[in-house]
């Protein structure tokens, strides 16, 4: 496997592509979010992928500290919000929600997932508002799990989790968690107070729910029309938000209107398309 480039790397790409390619550099996540957000880029700007939130942030600390002034950051938000957290420089700019997962599923793309899929006769039939509460309700607990492990330092294993096994209690869900991160069951009461106590916070659970955990469960509803296993049943749901994801749906957030201020500060460098532009698929 190829070694995944660095917050240099991405710097000196960025540096790069300039020379032949003037204009505002975005720098992303991944290449998955290259897919979404590029479907609303002005075309005479650029997408430049890093590996992860941590890079893309470090490729653009590294240009700025350079005075490179034409490069902007899109990240997720992940837990910025309810931890106080705020991002490190103007040029970065965060997700409505937890993860672009998470604005897609808020949206009314997920009407348009679903509309395809209750036309399979052995999709089960049910409203995208109850669709959508069930869900959060479910994701919830973990993504409280989730924000236990990041303050304790637990570095549980979230990946290729069973999504029939996340539908449990709490106390049931953290021990398997930690069974699945080989971790000591040792310290389950604790952690099973912990998790329940940020799930008693209140926290809005557009910011506490992972995207992923929630189309993990959508894919598991949704076996019937999607084949595969539970990872690519959720990469399955995945896409298909990002394709029925538009610039009408995104111009409504935040995020967008946090980049139109910056186009504001810059006259002459959109980094969007205008409202009215068609957009690809991703």
């Known amino acids: 496997m190829p070694d995944q480039p660095s917050a240099?790397?991405?710097?000196?790409?960025?540096?790069?592509?300039?020379?032949?390619?003037?204009?505002?550099?975005?720098?992303?996540?991944?290449?998955?979010?290259?897919?979404?957000?590029?479907?609303?880029v002005d075309s005479r700007q650029r997408l430049a992928v890093a590996c992860n939130k941590e890079d893309a942030l470090g490729a653009l600390a590294i240009l700025e500290a350079a005075d490179f002034r034409w490069a902007v950051a899109i990240v997720d938000a992940d837990f910025m919000r309810i931890?106080?957290?705020a991002l490190p420089s103007r040029n970065a700019f965060a997700t409505d929600t937890h993860d672009a997962e998470m604005m897609m599923l808020r949206s009314a793309a997920l009407e348009r997932v679903l509309a395809e899929h209750?036309?399979?006769?052995?999709?089960?039939?049910?409203?995208?508002?109850?669709?959508?509460?069930?869900?959060?309700?479910?994701?919830?607990?973990?993504?409280?799990?989730?924000?236990?492990?990041?303050?304790?330092?637990?570095?549980?294993?979230?990946?290729?989790?069973?999504?029939?096994?996340?539908?449990?209690a709490l106390r049931a869900l953290v021990q398997y968690v930690l069974q699945h991160s080989g971790v000591s069951l040792t310290i389950l009461?604790?952690?099973?107070?912990?998790?329940?106590?940020?799930?008693?916070?209140?926290?809005?659970?557009?910011?506490?729910?992972?995207?992923?955990d929630v189309t993990l469960l959508l894919g598991h509803d949704l076996k019937g029309s999607l084949?595969?296993?539970?990872e690519d049943r959720a990469r399955a749901v995945e896409r298909e938000l990002r394709l029925a994801y538009d610039l009408a749906m995104f111009s409504v957030t935040g995020l967008c209107a946090a980049l139109r201020w910056w186009e504001a500060e810059h006259p002459g460098y959109p980094l969007l398309r205008a409202a009215d532009s068609s957009v690809g698929s991703g």
Do not use: M, Y
């Open 189 to 212: 009461e604790q952690v099973a107070v912990a998790t329940d106590e940020v799930l008693s916070a209140g926290h809005d659970p557009w910011e506490l729910c992972c995207g992923h």
């Open 8 to 40: 240099c790397d991405v710097a000196n790409d960025v540096r790069l592509t300039a020379q032949v390619a003037p204009g505002v550099q975005i720098i992303v996540e991944g290449s998955t979010d290259e897919l979404l957000w590029g479907k609303f």
């Open 83 to 85: 931890e106080g957290g």
């Open 118 to 168: 209750h036309a399979c006769a052995q999709s089960p039939q049910r409203l995208p508002v109850q669709r959508r509460e069930r869900l959060l309700a479910i994701a919830e607990p973990l993504g409280a799990l989730r924000l236990v492990s990041l303050r304790c330092g637990l570095a549980l294993k979230f990946e290729d989790l069973d999504p029939g096994k996340i539908r449990r």
């Open 227 to 230: 084949k595969g296993s539970d």
